[in-house]
Nanobody, 126 residues
Framework: QVQLVESGGGLVQVGGSLRLSCTVY????????MGWFRQAPGKEREFVGG????????SYDDSVKGRFTISRDNAENTVYLQMNSLKPEDTAVYYC???????????????????WGQGTQVTVSS
């Protein structure tokens, strides 16, 4: 069984920061790719970035590059999405997801991912 538990969303002003976390509960595998996705109302779910658990390689969409950082805590089996310099267009529900066969670079299509967190709302006010 695999469970992803997210936390950390909220309301922030333009230019502010938030950190999302996603803890993976599993005994099934010890290497995977975790992707972060977001979905704004009326829009497709889009890839934000990803991290490969083994080695910690990261990849980002151009829209967040230089503002968002993905990191991991091995001991806590947790991945973080640090979001800085937030913009109104970053407003969305953010999801973490695991692709268990750990491709690299990560797949950008949400339908390639096997397990999902519950989602957390991020709202950036102007």
């Amino acid at each position: 069984q695999v469970q992803l538990v997210e936390s950390g969303g909220g309301l922030v002003q333009v230019g502010g920061s938030l950190r999302l976390s996603c803890t993976v509960y599993t005994r099934t595998f010890n290497n995977y790719v975790m992707g972060w996705f977001r979905q704004a109302p009326g829009k497709e779910r889009e890839f934000v970035g990803g991290i490969r658990w083994s080695g910690g390689s990261t990849s980002y969409d151009d829209s967040v590059k230089g503002r968002f950082t993905i990191s991991r805590d091995n001991a806590e089996n947790t991945v973080y999405l640090q979001m800085n310099s937030l913009k109104p267009e970053d407003t969305a529900v953010y999801y973490c997801a695991v692709e268990s066969w750990a491709p690299w670079p990560p797949n950008r299509g949400w339908d390639q991912y096997d397990y999902w967190g519950q989602g957390t709302q991020v709202t950036v006010s102007s």
